[in-house]
Nanobody, 120 residues
Framework: QVQLVESGGGLVQPGGSLRLSCAAS????????MGWYRQAPGKQRELVAA???????NFAHSVKGRFTISRDNAKNTVYLQMNSLKPEDTAVYYC??????????????WGQGTQVTVSS
């Protein structure tokens, strides 16, 4: 069994910062791409940021220059540092990871989601 557990969401004022963490655990033989998605009420889930196993990153245009993504491969953990937060960043944030399991097949796994609310 593989699990992704997220932490770090909460309520923050506009202009503030939050750091999200997502730790993968279970029968993991390797992790390829990891990323963060978000879904606001009434909207589709969208990619926020992604990072390959080699550290190449990709960001949504709306968060470039404000968010950074990083990972600790030894801890099977991905982070999302969010700075200069805006009310439009309010959403449930989901972690995603492409994980190789015992059969060497790669599956996509999702975390349970963590709420980020940006409001004064």
């Amino acid at each position: 069994q593989v699990q992704l557990v997220e932490s770090g969401g909460g309520l923050v004022q506009p202009g503030g910062s939050l750091r999200l963490s997502c730790a993968a655990s279970g029968s993991i033989f390797g992790i390829d791409d990891m990323g963060w998605y978000r879904q606001a009420p009434g909207k589709q889930r969208e990619l926020v940021a992604a990072i390959t196993s080699g550290g190449i990153t990709n960001f949504a245009h709306s968060v470039k220059g404000r968010f950074t993504i990083s990972r600790d491969n030894a801890k099977n953990t991905v982070y999302l540092q969010m700075n200069s937060l805006k009310p439009e960043d309010t959403a449930v944030y989901y972690c995603n990871a492409q994980i190789r399991v015992e059969s060497m097949t790669t599956f996509g796994y999702w975390g349970q989601g963590t709420q980020v609310t940006v409001s004064s």
